[in-house]
Nanobody, 124 residues
Framework: QVQLVQSGGGLVQAGASLRLSCAASGLTFTSYTMGWFRQAPGKAREFVAVINRSGGATYYAESVKGRFTISRDNAKNTVYLQMNSLKPEDTAVYSC?????????????????WGQGTQVTVSS
């Protein structure tokens, strides 16, 4: 079966960096666009970043542009989210997701498969 297994995350101070990883299995990784979403307590899930199948195209939410970088290693079936200059407002559960349609979607409902979620907490 398809699995997206996340690692990384944790508690850091403002200004620090973290890298999230999401390892996929049970699917043809290169056939999927990969995205990252996050959900803060009491808030709706929001789009963070997306990368196309080859890794040659990316798109970011305005709130993270210039601080976060999404990348993928197709040889390792893994997508990453490098988060720099973290802010307290970045505190959320972060989830990776896979979309087979080949478009850079910012809509969570269009993603078929999801990771288990990883808590990121940024203290001020």
């Amino acid at each position: 079966q398809v699995q997206l297994v996340q690692s990384g995350g944790g508690l850091v101070q403002a200004g620090a960096s973290l890298r999230l990883s999401c390892a996929a299995s049970g699917l043809t990784f290169t056939s999927y666009t990969m995205g990252w979403f996050r959900q803060a307590p009491g808030k709706a899930r929001e789009f963070v970043a997306v990368i196309n199948r080859s890794g040659g195209a990316t798109y970011y939410a305005e709130s993270v542009k210039g601080r976060f970088t999404i990348s993928r290693d197709n040889a390792k079936n893994t997508v990453y989210l490098q988060m720099n200059s973290l802010k307290p407002e970045d505190t959320a559960v972060y989830s990776c997701a896979a979309d087979p349609r080949g478009v850079l979607s910012r809509t969570a409902a269009e993603y078929n498969y999801w990771g288990q979620g990883t808590q990121v907490t940024v203290s001020s």
